[in-house]
């Protein structure tokens, strides 16, 4: 992704240490985190310092990694098991984080009792996890591009941008692609509350990229919606069922209720490592529930009845028949065809 002219990743390695853009802080502030350890990597991850679904699976990969250099040779299988077990634990929602740790710790797992060979297989592995899932980040740009006509206007919530992946984005990578093929499109940008992604975070990339936008709060997409203002919906996807229901930011299913009252598809972008394929439909998606704080308060700042408690679900489930389709780096498929397409 371009920020200020320079090209960037969410995530890199860079001289023995996990590099990360910090998301807490854009778009006021671009920092960048090093982080030395698995503990740190864990920490970032549970704390949002980098977040979206591809993006801390691949913080994940790295983080195994980084456990795998320090696990000792007497109880290496155990070491780097419990650091699975423990970065996984830091957000349940996204199985992305799973798919990763799996990938990377399957491929360990192959060399021991080779413990040299198996740290430096965890760090190829969690670049192989890397490279491919911001070139599926780039193809299911290119089959959602194709969804996209000249003039629309296009929904999205959250940040499904290339912040949210290691690069591209997955709702975005369409909306970026077909910008940059010449449509002239406009994305209204739900704000996304309680932490803001879309008014921060997408709104920041689109800018970045030239793309005309405005943010919307969360209540608005009805009235742009009866307005007859928008012509299609693409969001991301934290986790998809077999079934095609899927999970993703708060919000998420309202707008796929509105969109089917008004006839608007809407799509859902998602790389192959959102795909749970142990997951028969949406009731079995384990929602994260957040510290009410992040509704009550802002940077400190009291936002509401201190005296009252809040209710903070991080996702919820969109059924497969809200969904018009998956877009994936294999192609667009229909909801409830798209796990078994993914995998020929
Ligand atoms: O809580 P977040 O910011 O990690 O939630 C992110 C989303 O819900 C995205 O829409 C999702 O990860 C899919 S796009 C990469």
């Avoid at 592995?125 to 290119?142: I, K, N, P, Y």
Wanted: hydrophobic share 40%; net charge negative.
């Amino acid at each position: 992704m371009l920020i200020n002219g320079t090209q960037y990743r969410s995530v890199w390695w860079e001289d023995d240490c996990l590099c990360m853009i910090d998301q807490n802080k854009l778009p006021f502030e671009f920092s960048i985190v090093r982080l030395e350890t698995f503990q740190q990597v864990a920490e970032a991850i549970r704390h949002m310092t980098v977040r979206g679904a591809p993006a801390i699976g691949a913080a994940g990969a790295y983080g195994l990694a980084m456990a795998a250099r320090v696990a000792p040779d007497g109880s290496f299988r155990s070491f780097i098991r419990e650091a699975k077990e423990f970065l996984a634990s830091t957000r349940p929602t996204a199985i992305d984080l799973y798919n990763a740790l799996e990938f990377v710790y399957d491929e360990v797992l192959k060399f021991i009792p080779n413990y040299d060979h198996a740290r430096q297989v965890a760090l190829l592995s969690a670049e192989d996890f890397v490279r491919d899932s911001a070139a599926e980040c780039l193809a299911l740009g290119e089959h959602g591009a194709d969804l996209i006509e000249d003039g629309d206007r296009i929904l999205t919530h959250c940040n499904a941008g290339a912040l949210a992946t290691v690069d591209w984005g997955t709702a975005l990578s369409p909306i970026r692609l077909a910008h940059r093929q010449g449509k002239k499109i406009f994305v209204y940008v739900d704000e996304t509350r309680p932490r803001f992604q879309g008014a921060r975070l997408t709104a920041f990339e689109l800018e970045q990229e030239g793309i005309p936008h405005a943010i919307i709060t969360d209540a608005a997409a009805g009235y742009f919606f009866w307005k007859r203002e928008i012509d299609l919906v693409i969001v991301g996807a934290d986790r998809i069922c077999l079934n095609g229901d899927i999970a993703n930011k708060i919000g998420t299913y309202e707008k796929a209720v509105l969109a089917k009252e008004h006839k608007v598809p809407f799509w859902v972008a998602a790389p192959l490592s959102t795909f749970d394929l142990n997951c028969p439909s949406g009731e079995k998606i384990p929602i994260e529930y957040r510290d009410e704080t992040e509704i009550k308060q802002y940077n400190g700042q009291a936002l509401s009845n201190p005296g009252s408690s809040a209710l903070n679900p991080g996702f919820d489930i969109t059924p497969a028949d809200y969904i018009t389709g998956i877009i994936t780096p294999k192609g667009v498929f229909l909801p409830k065809e798209a796990s078994q397409k993914v995998q020929i």
